[in-house]
């Protein structure tokens, strides 16, 4: 079944620093892979959509980068503040049915001031 | 604010209920989805529809159905409830359908089935 796996520990980091957050999909080849950030108790909102043959995609200070050999995005955020604080979330588009639109269970990134 | 509004806000029912979730997309988006988000399972796609049609099933369970209206709002209707039915409904629109539009998320809908 296809799946996304992202590290469901809570990350923790300092402020001004750099955070990394990893997301990895089995059993397919996506065309394209979106983030999400969501905060507790709302509906996530869109960041950054990166396609497959876009090895890095940048805005202000976040930048996603997309491995098609080694399944794997990877989500920085530069120059961190506590306002990023929140639940951020990968998603993708399956083949059909409950994989049509799979979205991982994120991982929750805590800057501590 | 996302543009896309889902009420009612909470609900509180009792086992064997049926309720209605409402959702109005953004101006101009043609495609609605369904999402169900609880503690233990995340964000779960349930139903697509894209300008009245269904056009992606996910997985949704054969107590729960939903349609696009006309003017493009969406109802999900929940019957026969269960204790497990309690969680976040989201809605959300986008343009087009598929991943390469971004989605639009509604504040969502928290149903507690008592």
């Known amino acids: 079944s296809q799946k996304i796996e992202q590290n469901s520990e809570a990350l923790n980091i300092q402020e001004g620093k750099t955070a990394t957050l990893t997301c990895n999909y089995t059993n397919y080849s996506p065309a394209y892979l979106q983030w999400y950030r969501q905060d507790p108790g709302r509906g996530p909102v869109f960041l950054l959509l990166?396609?497959?043959?876009?090895k890095e995609k940048r805005k202000e200070r976040l930048k996603v980068t997309f491995d098609t050999t080694l399944k794997q995005s990877l989500f920085h955020i530069t120059a961190s503040q506590p306002a990023d604080s929140a639940t951020y979330l990968c998603?993708?588009?399956?083949?059909?049915?409950?994989?049509?639109?799979?979205f991982g269970t994120g991982t929750r990134l805590k800057v501590l001031a | 604010d996302s543009g896309v509004t889902q009420t009612p806000k909470h609900l509180i029912t009792a086992t064997g209920q049926r309720v209605t979730l409402r959702c109005s997309p953004r101006s101009g988006d043609l495609s609605v989805y369904w999402y169900q988000q609880s503690l233990d399972q995340g964000l779960q796609f349930l139903i697509q529809y894209y300008n009245g049609e269904e056009r992606a099933k996910g997985n949704i369970l054969e107590r729960f159905s939903a349609q696009q209206f006309p003017d493009l709002h969406s109802e999900l209707n929940l019957s026969s409830l269960e204790l497990g039915d309690s969680a976040l409904y989201f809605c959300?629109?986008?343009?087009?359908?598929?991943?390469?539009?971004?989605?639009?998320f509604g504040p969502g809908t928290r149903l507690t089935v008592l």
């Open positions: 959300a629109s986008s343009y087009t359908s598929g991943l390469y539009n971004e989605q639009f």
């Open positions: 998603a993708l588009e399956g083949a059909s049915g409950t994989y049509k639109y799979i």
């Open positions: 990166i396609r497959e043959n876009e």
